[in-house]
């Protein structure tokens, strides 16, 4: 299949093209999709190109149009006249791919960018019907995700490049609520109507996943994103939430300077602690490093439980139950990588068995450490 992306240097333009690419390649194996080329157009690109595209095309994906002209006259220009312009093309070579046209819900406003969008959608349904092809119009509404412009038409990509750089936001109603999608669940939806799988929803089709979220709560996201390397907090991103599509969003503005954070080590003569993430929800993740020879622990708990993970090293972990005179050994290497539960009401070790490795020992704890109430009670194992 031959397919041409217009507006391929755009936002929408760019992941869609990406991913086609990886498709193409075959790095992408998820999709039973087969790609002979991709035709990618843009504003450098000439007639004659956009001719031969038009001739050769197996589906056509109509992502150009006009946000913020100089003058007005330029929305019907952009997103009226270049689709009448393509449109002659294919009808002269009497092809029939189907045609994906990207608008907006604006199209149902009166205002000249609506109603330039909405000529381009009746445009494209009369000729799907004079031509008997297959047409498909998005209405979308707000969209986000990475390679978005700021400072342009979204207030998402706005406020992500802004934040992540230490620069001034305006948010005028806290309240307004947005309808917006992900950049992702866009492209995947494309895919899915090139493969003849759209979402349609009355005469038009549409993304399946939306997001209903106010200005304020999406700036209250990113202020916790923003601090994450101060707290090492990480905010619940549940698997499809905007929370983690957001927090992707606003990684991929983030400057070089900012792409690594230092972490506070505890150091001593005996190794060193490290907390690396806090959760929420699900307890904290931290390394500890300890010297040839070292013991470190002694120590029980009530509730809170761990597992000890030795990634490099050679190792062994004691544990004896509170009343009890039983003592449970572990060897652990860095050879052998596996878990070991510290089990509530066990007092524990862990013991560098080595004359001159450090032992590196990889620890989660099912809750964050909480000075005032630490249920951490020494006591030696043996």
């Not at 790609?35 to 095309?57: P, Q, R, V």
């Not at 934040?163 to 307004?176: E, G």
Request: glycine content about 8%; proline content about 4%; hydrophobic content about 35%.
């Amino acid at each position: 299949m031959n397919i041409l992306v217009t507006g391929a240097k755009g936002f929408v333009g760019q992941n869609l093209v990406a991913n086609l690419k990886n498709i193409h390649s075959g790095k992408d194996r998820t999709r039973d999709l087969k790609i002979e080329n991709i035709f990618e157009y843009d504003l450098g690109s000439t007639s004659a190109e956009l001719d031969f595209y038009c001739k050769e095309a197996d589906f056509v994906v109509n992502l150009a149009g006009v946000n913020r002209p100089q003058n007005e006259e330029e929305f019907m220009q952009g997103n009226y006249g270049f689709v009448s312009v393509m449109l002659d093309s294919l009808k002269k070579y009497g092809n029939k791919a189907p045609i994906l046209g990207s608008s907006s819900i604006q199209a149902a406003l009166d205002n000249a960018y609506g109603k330039s969008k909405k000529a381009g959608e009746d445009l494209l349904f009369d000729y799907g019907r004079e031509n008997d092809v297959k047409v498909l119009i998005y209405r979308f509404p707000n969209l986000f995700g990475k390679w978005c412009r700021p400072n342009y038409n979204s207030a998402v990509a706005t406020f992500c490049h802004n934040i992540a750089n230490d620069l001034p936001i305006t948010v005028n109603d806290p309240s307004h609520m947005m309808t917006l999608c992900y950049i992702d669940d866009v492209v995947d939806e494309i895919i899915n109507a090139i493969m003849g799988k759209e979402n349609r929803e009355g005469e038009f089709c549409k993304v399946p996943t939306e997001h209903k979220i106010t200005l304020g709560e999406i700036v209250e996201l990113l202020e916790k994103f923003k601090n994450q390397p101060e707290t090492l907090t990480m905010p619940e991103i549940p698997d499809g939430s905007f929370a983690k599509k957001l927090y992707s969003t606003y990684l991929s503005y983030l400057p070089r300077e900012k792409a690594s954070f230092p972490l506070k080590m505890n150091v001593d003569a005996r190794g060193s602690f490290t907390e690396l993430i806090r959760s929420e929800k699900c307890g904290q993740v931290s390394v500890n490093i300890s010297k040839p020879g070292i013991t470190k622990g002694q120590h029980w708990h009530n509730t809170k439980w761990e597992f000890f993970i030795v990634v490099s090293g050679r190792g062994l972990i004691q544990q004896r139950k509170i009343g009890s005179d039983e003592v449970l050994n572990f060897e652990v290497s860095g050879d052998k990588i596996e878990a070991v539960h510290m089990l509530p009401g066990y007092t524990h070790n862990i013991i560098n068995l080595s004359d001159s490795e450090d032992l590196v020992t990889v620890m989660w704890a099912n809750e964050c450490f909480n000075p005032d109430k630490p249920d951490t009670f020494g006591e030696v194992v043996e």
